[in-house]
Structure formats: structure tokens, C-alpha cells
């Protein structure tokens, strides 16, 4: 009978053991390096995403510790991100945020992918008091809990919508009818909202507004209904899988509207490649793009340098994904510089007071602590390359209508 | 009008689904094994038509042969290997087998292959075909029209071949086929390399019309899912049937009740079937 | 008796596991209790009756929203946690009455897709669970500290009224009947075992922790979505601790819960880009080496040979 008791017990004690030691062994922190936590879907359905925003990390990274290192006061540090992969499941992203900060020790910390992970992952960085930046969070819901600690680098999901629907009511073509077409998820579901909004107030006529589920492998039904409705403009959100397939079936289906939008695909490179003459004439808007022209403070300089700098290192255009997350370094290094400290306190209330210009645009944010000096610019791809249509001071050729096929 | 196009769209997807789940539904039929591999095996079909089209230049419509061979050698020897074990266990253990065999494919895909979704871009896209109003693309009738026959051919060999009637005999009665002489355990493995190829040949043609990822795997068991219980287990006719028919339902749903309740009225439907009629449309019959 | 008074020491000693004033490791012990929780309960449906459910994740979903929904017009933490527990065990007893004559694969199919189903009226019933957009929970003004502390407890509560449940079924009439359901339905039908009843109550038994710990769930983490709360690894995680442990036993569940969360913390650290895979190795490394669970190996090490199984033992 005893053994029973002492094997259980050994069993609970072993355990705890194993426990432990794989705990401890994370070690004792030495500072003379600046630890920022960064919670990726490194695997999973959002892994493209996450390992975008890897590379944007990884460059700042790398090309802070080549400048030798944060300034300080008198002291330089050197820049460590530590990353860990949350699957693409957001509880593990609050779970991946509170070990970088209990176990790991890190500094600061930059938000996982996406609204809704940035959302949940938010409370945990607010409990320990941990400056946050996102990198891609746009949907105002991300900033409403009253968190002091939690800043993003993409303006609210209107400022994407309003330019939009003035460029297209300021045209001489005769559009009057909208159909929206948004996948009912946090973030496309929110765009598609203020899509709705923004086209009320320029008086369009939404003819439709649908929403589909995630995982929906067929949009025959409500693309064979715009093609009798003939709506002159299509404004269609998803991830880029989603709007691969609608602009193939509507390709398919005979669906030719005047103006046709998507958000957040055509962005990516990948898009275009995956939809080749099809992505002809598909409109968009990003929070950044390479075309745009900004003089900045930071490491990187100018955005010209930046996308060179990019360019060198990874063989390609950064999109607007990529620029971000280097921006939330940049950002983050310019508020640690001017603090000329790593106290988290410090750091926060330098933000907050933050007015500077980086390769990425103007730096300001708001109450909530979301960036409200952005100017997102509106492109559009022509000639299987994506053009910058708006602002006025980097656009590069006019919006053109029609010949949608 | 907008009402036949609607049911042609749903044919066509239909076709598709059908192709997706014939495999799934023998080997649950045969060897009462729900093989969560299914999605993963389907994608991987895909994956073989993309790389043979862009590096050799195969139509995914030819590869067919290709990703039908490859599946059905990887389909087989997992069988004979490690489920062949457990086909007697509980329907516990071969759900979390497969489910764990499922978490390693997909990983090794999505090392392989990363996550990005892929798309097969023809030189020369097939376009539609435009009859009076009514827009059919081309692209998916081919699809359609090619499961149709993969499916048609499936049932031949099931009916007129030799180890076609000894599967039917397994699925039938797997102790009295054994008395009969049948190698049960071989039957088995072949059954299992089948389903396999069935997904993998359906993957060829899925490449032209989806975008392929190892995130895709999931939707595609799903629908495998519906179909079967739809249609009725381990019968041909019944996955065509339950195909087709949850293609039509699925398009009418998205008109009349909107396309965001798309996958949840393939469920309701699952739900209410499995309560009154589990054994589908066509029941448990399906050979004779 | 010394079972028990072990098992009163390991609860003891879990409990004290706030003292090492380590907030992450109180978070894993926190995950810890609600997988026990989760897993105690399958046990119930599952390891005693046989019925493979895959509702977990549905009964997780629907008391994490409840408990939201309810934390939402005002009502205490406490309450809004009891009141989901209620209505996870009400949804399944009628769920029960609905799926319960359904065998083997059938069965396993119509619970997973519950949760599809429930996960679809979630995303789409906007005005009262925020649709896609999820709905946010009333933030804790208390420290750190004890808001882990708090949940931890919590959670611990609720694992080790999960286990006194088992222990109690294990021991009564109910879990008798459900073992005579497992071994053959139609036989203790004919002996007058009322199947149908004890099916369903087991099944409702099998919610109500559940559904406590999605709402406490909720709580903890201040904001849910559906795809969350009702993900299918919900309702598989629990099967494989059972099956780890040891199916049918009263503590298996537990044992299992707790080894799977220290190999899975082990391999997340450990194996970046491949943890999904070794944990597929894992899995099937069970199936094929350790198919009676943990306890069922070290029974047949204890008993090999002569002694004959006592009644409340593991019924293979």
C-alpha cells in the first residue's frame, strides 16, 4: 500500500522537477542588450504573414547592431528580438506574450499578426506594464480597452476607405452602385464596414453588402447575383487566398465592374503572380508603399534607402507588411534614444509625445495610442506592377476605370 | 434564369466535392476508418500537379496519373505500416492515429512547401463557356466532367476486377471474405492506397480551380466529412450523390439565405441527417 | 484510503504553487488545471460510457461566450462562471437526447460538428456575441500577481470538483451503468438498465466543468472569438490526455493532463518549426506503445500475473 503512496508521490515530485528545470534554464538576463519580444505565427494558416513580418523585424535588428548598437545616454546597447511561434492560435499569442515577459525578461515587446491576436495578446503587455507596438493592427476595436501601453503603426481601417471613395466620386466615369463583399473576420469585416460608410457619405448606392464564412471554397452564388446586378464598383476584403478565388471566379463568372477593389491582397507580390492579367486594374489601399517618399530620422534614412536597404537583403520590394514591422524598430529606437533610457515608463511617455518622420511617413499617435498621422496611399496595379494613385505628393499615374475582365 | 445558373454552379462544385470524398467514404466504408489524412492527402495531390506543371510543364489534368500514383504508393504503405495495426481498435484510437499522422504530413508540407498559397496558372486559361445567359467555366466543367469519369472508372474496377469484388467482399463481411480466401490485411492496404489515389487525382484537378496550401487541408476534409454522411458510406454512388447534392444545397443556401451561412447549413444539414437518417441518402448499400 | 490521502497531498501541493511567485509557471499550472478539468470531464462520456464526443470544444465555446455575455450586462465573475456551467449542462442534455442513438463514428461526427455549428452562430449573431470581431471582457483592476493567482485557483477548483465527480460516478450507480453501456448497450438495455437516462446525464455531467472553465477561460484572457473558443483542439486535447493517462480511471485524466502539457511546453520551446510534427510523433507513439494510458502501464507492472482486478479498476 505504501509504495502506492511513494510512487505517487515520486511520480508528482518528478514531475515538478521536469518542470522546473526546463523553466530555469532560460537563465539569468544580462543587460547590456535590449530584449524585445516578438510573437509570431511562425506555422500555421497566418504563417506568410508572420514571416513577413520577420523579415521587416529582422532587418532593423540587423542593421541597428551594425550601426553599433541603441544610444542610450553615454551607454550603446545592443538589439536581441526574440521570437516565438504562437501556431497561429491566438490564446497561445497571450500565452507566447506573457512568457517572453515573465521568462524571457524582455524589454518591450511587438504585437503578434493581426487584430485579433494583437487584441488578446494587449492585455497581458498592459498587466506588466510593457510598451507594445503593433505592426498590423488597424481595426480601431484593437485600441479600445483603455490601454496605456499599447501602440500600432496602421491608422484606423477609414483612412484607407475615405480617400478611396473620393477618388472615385471626383472621376468623370458614372459610378453610382457599390456591392461589398467582406469576409466575416475581425479585420476585413471592420474595413468592409467603413467601406460601407465612407461610400454613404460620398452618396453611393450600396446596392449589397454580403459577408462569407472563413473556409468558404465557392462565391459562385454572390458573384452570379453582381453579375445580374452589374454594381459598378466591387469592394471585396479577405486574406489573400479568399481574394485569389474571387478574382478567378469572377473572372469565370463574367463579373466586369468599373472599378474593382480589394483589400488586403493585391498588396503582395504574391497576388499578382497567382492571378497574373487578372490583377490588371485592381485597386487597393496600404498603409505604405515603396513609391511614397519620405525623408526620416531613424536608421534607415529615407524610404529610398529603406527599400534599397531591403532590396539588398532579401531580394525583393518590401510591401507594406514588411515596412511596418522595420517601422515599429525604428519607432521604438527613436523613443528609447529620446528617453535616453529602457525604463518602461519612460519609454511609454515618450511615445505618446512622439512627432518625427521616419522612411515609413509622419509619426504621431493618437489617444488611443493607434498612429493617426499616416497618410495611406490608394494604388492600383498597371502593367502587372502596382502604382501609386494618392497622396497627390508621391502619386505616380492616375486611377484607371474599366477593363476589368 | 439566375435559378439555373445557380444549379449549374452547384453541379459543378458538386462534381468537385464528389471527387474530394469517393476516397474518404471507401475507406470509411471498408476498413471503418475515418482517415483525417484526407484533407492533407488531397493537398499534397495538388501540390505534386503545381510542381509537375511548373517545372515540367504537365497539364494538372495529365498529372492526374502522376499525384493518382504517388498518393496511392504513400496510401498503401502507411497502411500496411502503422494502421493495419489498429484497424480493429476502438474508433478512438484510429481517429487520433490518423489525426497524429495528419499533424506530421501537414507540418512536413508546410516545411516543404511554406504556407503561401500557390495557384496554377495556365498559358492558355480555358475561359467560359457563354449559353444563353448562362456563364459555365470551363475550367471547373472539365474538372467535373474528368471526377466524373476518375469516379465512373473507380466503380468499374470495383465491380469487374478481381480485387475490385474482393474489397466489396471485405466491406461486406471482412470474416466470412477472409474464410472465402480474401488477404484481408492486403485488402486492406490496397483499399487504403485507393482513397489515397482517389485524393491525390482529385487534388490534380482541384489545382486549377483552388489555391493550394497546406492550410487548405482542413476545408477539404470537411467536405469530405458532409459528402460521405450525406451520401451514405462506402459507396460510390452515394458519394456522387452526396456530392452533387451538397453542391446544390450549399449554392441555393448562399442565394436565399446568404453566403456567410454557406458552411453552417452543410452542418445543420449533417446534424439533422445524422439523427434521422445517419446512413445518408443512398444507406449503407451502394454495390449491388 | 491511501489513494485518496495522496491524492489530497498532490492537491495541496499544486496549490501551493503560487508561493515560487513564478507567474508564467502559474499560467501552465493554471492551462494544467483547465485541460484536467476538460479531460476529468470527457472521462465521463467517453472513458466510462465509451462514446467517443468531441463536444468539448462546443460546451468550452458556449460557456466561454455565456459567461462573457453575462459578465457583459453586469453580473459577477463568480455567478456568470456558475451560470455557464448551467447552461453548458442544460445544451447538452438536450443535445444528448438529440445524438445519444448514434454509435461509434456517427456519434463522434454529429458532436464535432456541434461545435462547427455553435461556432457559426457565434461569428454571425453579431449584436449579441460580437460576431467576428469577438467581444471584449471587463478588465480586472487588481495587480498581476493575483490576478494569476486568482485564476489559478479558480481553474484549480474547478479541476478538483471535476475529479470528485468522477470519483463519485466512478463509485455509483451512474458510472456502473455507463460501464455496462460500454461493454455491450444492448445487453443492459435487456437487463433493465435504463440506457438512454444514464447516457444522457452522463453527458450532461460532461458539461458542466466545461462550460465553468471556457467562462473562466474568458475572464482570464479579457477577450474571446469563436475561432478560439471553439477550435477543434479543444475537444482532441482531452481525448489524447485521457487516452495518455488512462481511459476509465478516475485519475488518468489527471495524470494525462499533465504530461501532455509538459511535453507540449517541452517541444514548443524546444523544436520551432516542427513542433506540430513531434507532436504527431507523440501521439502516435502512444497509440502504438502505451494504449491502455499511463496508469494501464503501471497497473500491468504492479499486477502482472496473479491478483484479479478489483472492481472500480480500469476496465479494459
Known amino acids: 500500500m505504501t509504495t502506492r503512496l511513494f510512487d505517487h508521490v515520486r511520480i508528482v515530485t518528478a514531475g515538478v522537477m521536469l518542470v522546473g528545470t526546463c523553466l530555469t534554464s532560460a537563465g539569468a538576463v544580462a543587460q547590456e542588450t535590449i530584449r524585445v519580444g516578438a510573437p509570431l505565427p511562425l506555422t500555421g494558416p497566418l504563417s506568410p504573414e508572420g514571416i513577413k513580418q520577420k523579415r521587416g523585424y529582422d532587418l532593423w535588428a540587423k542593421t541597428v547592431n551594425e550601426a553599433g548598437g541603441i544610444t542610450v545616454g553615454e551607454d550603446t546597447y545592443e538589439v536581441e528580438i526574440i521570437y516565438v511561434d504562437y501556431e497561429s492560435n491566438t490564446p497561445r499569442a497571450v500565452q507566447s506574450a506573457e512568457r517572453l515577459i515573465t521568462e524571457d525578461e524582455v524589454n518591450f515587446l511587438f504585437s503578434p499578426f493581426g487584430s485579433g491576436a494583437a487584441k488578446a495578446a494587449s492585455s497581458v503587455s498592459e498587466r506588466y506594464r510593457i510598451p507594445t507596438i503593433a505592426a498590423t493592427a488597424s481595426s480601431e476595436q484593437v485600441y479600445d480597452q483603455g490601454y496605456k501601453f499599447l501602440f500600432g503603426t496602421f491608422t484606423p481601417n477609414s483612412t484607407l476607405t475615405d480617400p478611396l471613395a473620393e477618388i472615385v466620386a471626383g472621376s468623370s466615369e458614372d459610378i453610382q452602385t457599390v456591392a461589398i463583399y467582406a469576409r466575416n473576420d475581425l479585420f476585413p469585416l471592420a474595413i468592409a464596414e467603413e467601406m460601407r460608410i465612407s461610400a454613404n457619405e460620398k452618396g453611393y448606392e450600396i446596392v449589397a453588402f454580403d459577408e462569407y464564412s472563413i473556409g468558404t471554397v465557392d462565391h459562385a452564388s454572390t458573384l452570379t447575383l453582381m453579375r445580374r446586378s452589374q454594381p459598378d464598383w466591387i469592394f471585396a476584403t479577405g486574406y489573400i487566398n479568399d481574394l485569389i478565388l474571387i478574382r478567378q471566379q469572377m473572372t469565370d463568372l463574367g463579373v466586369e465592374p468599373k472599378v474593382l477593389t480589394m483589400i488586403a491582397g493585391p498588396a503582395y507580390k504574391e497576388f499578382i503572380e497567382a492571378t497574373g492579367s487578372a490583377a490588371e486594374n485592381v485597386s487597393s489601399a496600404a498603409w505604405w508603399h515603396p513609391a511614397v517618399s519620405y525623408e526620416g530620422e531613424g536608421i534607415f534614412g529615407a524610404t529610398s534607402d529603406y527599400v534599397a536597404a531591403f532590396e539588398a537583403e532579401y531580394g525583393s520590394l518590401p510591401d507594406y507588411a514588411e515596412a511596418s514591422a522595420s517601422a515599429a524598430g525604428v519607432i521604438l529606437q527613436l523613443a528609447i534614444e529620446e528617453s535616453g533610457s529602457i525604463d518602461p515608463e519612460a519609454v511609454r511617455d515618450t511615445l505618446t509625445q512622439m512627432d518625427a518622420t521616419t522612411f515609413y511617413g509622419p509619426i504621431r499617435f493618437g489617444e488611443t495610442g493607434q498612429i493617426t498621422s499616416l497618410e495611406p496611399p490608394v494604388f492600383q496595379i498597371q502593367g502587372g506592377a502596382p502604382v501609386v494613385i494618392y497622396p497627390e505628393a508621391v502619386k505616380q499615374a492616375d486611377m484607371l476605370y474599366g477593363d476589368i475582365q | ?288 | 484510503m491511501t489513494r485518496v490521502v495522496s491524492v489530497l497531498i498532490g492537491i495541496a501541493l499544486v496549490a501551493c504553487l503560487p508561493v515560487l511567485g513564478d507567474n508564467y509557471l502559474l499560467r501552465l499550472g493554471t492551462m494544467f488545471a483547465m485541460y484536467a478539468a476538460l479531460a476529468l470531464s470527457w472521462n465521463i462520456i467517453g472513458g466510462f460510457a465509451g462514446y467517443p464526443s468531441f463536444a468539448t470544444a462546443a460546451f468550452f465555446g458556449l460557456g466561454a461566450y455565456t459567461g462573457a455575455i453575462l459578465q457583459g450586462t453586469g453580473v459577477s465573475m463568480f455567478i456568470a462562471w456558475a451560470g455557464a456551467g448551467l447552461v453548458a449542462c442544460g445544451f447538452a442534455a438536450l443535445l444528448g437526447m438529440a445524438i445519444l442513438h448514434l454509435k461509434g463514428h456517427y456519434f463522434a461526427i454529429a458532436s464535432l460538428v456541434v461545435a462547427e455549428v455553435l461556432l457559426e452562430v457565434a461569428t454571425s449573431w453579431t449584436s449579441v456575441t460580437g460576431g467576428g470581431m469577438g467581444l471584449n471582457l471587463p478588465v480586472l483592476q487588481i495587480s498581476v500577481e493575483a490576478q494569476a493567482r486568482l485564476f489559478f485557483y479558480a481553474m484549480l477548483t474547478i479541476a478538483v470538483l471535476a475529479l470528485g465527480m468522477n470519483w463519485l460516478v466512478a463509485n455509483g450507480k451512474l458510472g456502473f451503468a455507463l460501464r455496462c453501456i460500454r461493454q455491450n448497450e444492448d445487453a443492459s438495455s435487456m437487463v433493465g438498465i435504463d440506457t438512454t437516462f444514464y447516457k444522457v446525464t452522463g453527458f450532461a455531467l460532461s458539461a458542466v466543468f466545461v462550460g465553468s472553465a471556457g467562462a473562466i477561460y474568458a475572464s482570464w484572457v479579457f477577450y474571446i472569438e469563436p475561432a478560439d473558443v471553439f477550435s477543434v483542439l479543444t475537444s482532441v486535447k482531452p481525448i489524447v490526455m485521457v487516452l495518455l493517462g488512462g481511459a476509465g480511471t478516475v485519475l488518468g485524466p489527471v495524470i494525462g493532463a499533465f504530461v501532455f502539457i509538459v511535453m507540449e511546453e517541452l517541444v514548443w520551446r524546444n523544436f520551432l518549426s516542427f513542433h506540430a510534427a513531434v507532436l504527431g510523433l507523440l501521439i502516435v507513439g502512444l497509440i502504438f506503445f502505451v494504449p491502455n494510458g499511463i496508469l494501464g502501464l503501471l497497473r500491468r507492472r504492479w499486477t502482472s500475473g496473479s491478483r484479479p482486478q478489483s472492481s472500480e479498476e480500469n476496465v479494459e
Open chain 2, 1 to 288: 434564369m439566375l435559378y439555373i445558373q445557380i444549379l449549374l454552379n452547384g453541379l459543378m462544385l458538386g462534381g468537385l466535392y464528389a471527387c474530394i470524398a469517393v476516397g474518404f467514404s471507401l475507406v470509411w466504408g471498408v476498413l471503418n476508418v475515418i482517415n483525417i489524412m484526407h484533407g492533407s492527402f488531397v493537398v499534397l495531390g495538388s501540390y505534386i500537379a503545381y510542381f509537375a506543371y511548373v517545372h515540367l510543364g504537365v497539364h494538372p489534368f495529365f498529372s492526374i496519373v502522376l499525384s493518382g500514383g504517388a498518393l496511392f504508393v504513400l496510401g498503401y504503405a502507411l497502411q500496411a505500416g502503422l494502421i493495419n495495426r489498429v484497424v480493429g481498435a476502438p474508433v478512438l484510437t484510429t481517429l487520433v492515429l490518423t489525426f497524429g499522422l495528419d499533424l506530421l504530413l501537414n507540418n512536413a508540407m508546410l516545411l516543404a512547401f511554406s504556407a503561401d498559397y500557390r495557384t496554377v496558372r495556365l498559358e492558355n486559361p480555358f475561359g467560359s463557356l457563354i449559353v444563353a445567359d448562362l456563364v459555365i467555366p470551363l475550367n471547373r466543367l472539365y474538372g467535373m466532367l474528368l471526377a466524373g469519369a476518375l469516379t465512373a472508372l473507380l466503380y468499374m474496377v470495383l465491380v469487374r476486377s478481381r480485387m475490385g469484388r474482393a474489397i466489396v467482399a471485405v466491406r461486406m463481411d471482412s470474416e466470412a471474405a477472409a474464410l472465402m480466401g480474401v488477404n484481408v490485411k492486403r485488402i486492406f492496404a490496397l483499399t487504403f492506397g485507393i482513397g489515397a489515389l482517389m485524393a491525390g487525382a482529385a487534388g490534380s484537378l482541384l489545382s486549377l480551380i483552388f489555391p493550394i496550401s497546406p492550410i487548405a487541408s482542413t476545408d477539404f476534409l470537411g467536405i469530405a466529412f458532409v459528402v460521405c454522411v450525406l451520401g451514405g458510406l462506402g459507396s460510390i454512388a452515394g458519394a456522387m450523390v452526396g456530392g452533387l447534392a451538397l453542391g446544390v444545397i450549399q449554392s441555393f443556401g448562399a442565394l436565399f439565405i446568404g453566403p456567410q451561412h454557406g458552411l453552417t447549413i452543410a452542418f445543420i444539414l449533417l446534424i439533422i441527417l445524422l439523427i434521422f437518417k445517419p446512413t445518408g441518402i443512398m444507406g449503407r448499400r451502394g454495390y449491388e
